[in-house]
């Protein structure tokens, strides 16, 4: 692994569409710092298991946290390997012909093995998975009390074996199917973020932090 760059292994070499595939470590993380919502898989007695889960990238490793008691937590804190998948949706392409109908994305799948954190690891882990919504939120509410803290495991997943796969530009038509009177082109797709809206029970008074304000409007 060079510092721009993640190693290319059997695991993560990409097979089908290779020209698509990047190893870069900025696209990567630029992928995952994008995403809310990871899908995680794994087998459990012989099933296989996808559970989506909200997790963050945290250095070099993505970051879960759950119930304690939850059989995610307990079954993944015993080495179990993990198989991660963000994917967002950039555009729908149409092409002159039905085969030829795709999309633009930019996908992350992770092959690696997670680790429960250490007690002295979880304050900095639960401040990190609450900044996440804005910067500095974790400071503007209660903190996590310590029966709380307790209930909550923190899962730590080194981003081993991990490759991008991106896809840009036009539909990809046949040379043949160019004169057709058929459209061609893209339908965009992009995330919003509503302004905040006050819980009905906020008791009056109380004003948007400016740290919302700024990421989400007003």
């Not at 015993?78 to 991660?84: E, I, Q, T, W, Y």
């Not at 639960?126 to 307790?150: C, H, L, Q, S």
Request: proline share 4%.
């Amino acid at each position: 692994m060079t510092e721009t760059s993640y190693p290319k292994t059997e695991l993560n070499e990409v097979k089908q569409a290779h020209v698509r595939a990047t190893y870069d470590r900025a696209v990567v993380h630029a992928i995952l710092d994008d995403a809310y919502v990871v899908q995680v898989g794994f087998v459990v007695d012989g099933r296989p298991q996808i559970i989506p889960m909200y997790g963050i990238r945290d250095g070099e490793n993505m970051i879960f946290h759950g119930s304690r008691k939850s059989r995610f937590m307990r079954k993944l804190a015993d080495g179990v390997a993990l198989c991660l998948n963000v994917t967002h949706v950039d555009g729908l392409l149409f092409g002159r012909s039905a085969f030829h109908h795709s999309m633009n994305y930019r996908s992350v799948v992770i092959h690696s093995v997670g680790r429960l954190a250490r007690e002295d690891e979880k304050k900095r882990l639960a401040i990190a998975v609450t900044d996440r919504f804005a910067v500095g939120r974790y400071a503007d509410v209660r903190g996590t009390a310590a029966n709380e803290m307790k209930a909550t495991d923190f899962l730590i997943v080194p981003i081993d074996n991990v490759v991008a796969k991106v896809r840009t530009g036009d539909p990809v038509d046949d040379k043949d199917d160019l004169n057709l009177p058929h459209w061609a082109g893209e339908i965009t797709v992009s995330r919003a973020f509503g302004v905040p809206r006050a819980a009905a029970d906020l008791k009056a008074g109380i004003d948007v932090p400016r740290n919302l304000i700024e990421k989400y409007g007003e």
